[in-house]
DNA sequence: CTTATGACGCGCA
DNA sequence: TTGCGCGCCATAA
């Protein structure tokens, strides 16, 4: 139901509903969070995750070349290595995901519809200028 | 107010 | 293929 959720007005919640909604096993891009999330920059998505709070599975955001992005707290990125592993998700010899295998193909359209977001358009081929994802 | 700093991503060498 | 530079923009100081 269009709740109209007071909460999608802070980006921040914006992005913590989507990774909410990340099953375990698969894995999202910080571009593809802030993509979906709308407005929204990777980099915003990446300083958002820094802050989760709990319940958000932080741990499968990770970087677009497939690894988990090295950070300050070095315990931080070991940790997150550890949860996905723990949740069936294999790294490479060079510490990357298969993202054929492991990576998120987002919420179903109903539920972006449902929560008030609206579906990233994909680039088409037609002159005319289609608007920018956004919140509604 | 200004400046510095990122859990990013893309373009280019 | 990898590495470096720059744009990005919310927060912190």
Not at 10 to 32: C, D, F, M, S
Not at 83 to 107: M, S, T
Request: proline share 9%.
């Amino acid at each position: 139901m269009a709740t109209l959720p007071e909460e999608h007005e802070r980006l921040y919640e914006r992005i913590y509903l989507i990774v909410r909604q990340i099953p375990p096993g698969k894995v999202a891009t910080y571009g593809q969070i802030a993509e979906l999330a709308g407005d929204c920059t990777a980099r915003m998505a990446g300083y958002a995750m820094a802050a989760a709070p709990e319940g958000v599975p932080w741990q499968r955001v990770i970087n677009a070349q497939g690894k988990v992005s090295p950070r300050a707290d070095h315990w931080g990125s070991e940790v997150q290595r550890v949860r996905l592993a723990d949740e069936g998700v294999e790294f490479d010899a060079q510490d990357r995901v298969d993202f054929a295998k492991v990576r998120w193909a987002g919420p179903g359209l109903g539920w972006l519809l449902e929560h008030g977001f609206t579906p990233p358009a994909d680039p088409e081929p037609s002159g005319e200028e289609n608007v920018q994802p956004r919140m509604l």
